[in-house]
């Protein structure tokens, strides 16, 4: 049998669900990157990532329910990961600036204080 390689990811979870999908649908398929990924969470780290291969004859049904669950319009280029902004609300800078009066307010009294 000629296995086809059909996604790619470094991401854990988006293999387990396709795994399952393809498990419901009766579709033979190997997966490689999935055993150092256990063993030392770095399977999407390697030169191919983690993927799943499937039969060759049932590659049009795979491609089908890979598009259904919505993986294949998303990029999952390995080489070059995208940056994302990293998400910090209003609400940190206003708790520092809470952290820096009280700071202040402590100090405040204890010079104060004529000890």
């Known amino acids: 049998m ?9 991401d854990r979870h988006e293999i387990a669900i396709l795994k399952n999908l393809f498990d419901e649908e009766n579709i033979t398929y190997r997966t490689h990157g999935e055993a150092m990924d256990s063993a030392a969470n ?17 590659r049009e049904r795979a491609a089908e329910i ?4 919505g993986f294949l ?14 998400q910090v609300g209003k609400w940190v800078f206003v708790l ?10 402590i100090f405040f009294i204890w010079f104060m204080s004529g000890n």
């Open 96 to 105: 520092l600036a809470a952290l820096v009066v009280l700071v202040a307010i």
């Open 73 to 86: 319009g998303q990029s999952h280029n390995i080489s070059q990961p995208e940056r994302r902004k990293p």
């Open 42 to 58: 770095i399977g999407g780290l390697g030169n191919d990532g983690m993927r799943i291969e499937v039969e060759e004859s049932e």
């Open 2 to 10: 000629n296995y086809i390689d059909v996604f790619r990811t470094s």
């Open 66 to 69: 890979i598009k259904r669950s």
